[in-house]
């Protein structure tokens, strides 16, 4: 079992981002982005993002570099990967296992209950449905972090955020922790 990383080549946020994966398991790559010291938010369904000042933490964690092309392979042979094409479907089909096993009746358009992962980025203005957000919170003590175009969504993240909260507290939890991208009311 081992865990790959490519080379970082892909911009965003003002740096380069490469991508970690595993040969053989998610548990596995889950506990060797922990060990680097990756924040769990950076794990994308098959892979985790990582940026190119992490590298040396991944070799200190027994992270094995290899091109990008040789890293396709392996994500494809390791029978984790999951194609673009895919994405929506994983990404729609992990929304509505978070929503039921928070007794949602709607299930937003991406939703992570927990730390690891991330959904979608909030869509441009002039892409975005009406009241369209993106909330996210890593800390139950802390304020959600709300993205958004307009005060309708800013509502509409209030009022999820609230059920949100009341069905986390009946689980057992102090407030939800997570991510919701959301079209709004």
Known sequence: MTVYADTPRWPRHGTL???LISDISLTQLHVTAERAGLPPRSFDLDHYDWPESAR???DDAGVTF???RD???IL???GLR???VRRPAARAARSAEHA???GLSAVPRDLIHGLIGHVDPLPPADLAAPAAFRLTRDDPSAAPRVETHDEAGRRA????LKELDARARATGEAAFIGQVLADGA
């Open 66 to 68: 290899v091109d990008n």
């Open 82 to 84: 999951i194609p673009l």
């Open 100 to 102: 039921a096993r928070l």
């Open 76 to 78: 494809i042979g390791s």
């Open 56 to 58: 040396e933490r991944l």
């Open 157 to 160: 993240a209030e009022a999820l």
């Open 17 to 19: 981002w490469g991508h």
């Open 71 to 73: 890293l396709t392979r």
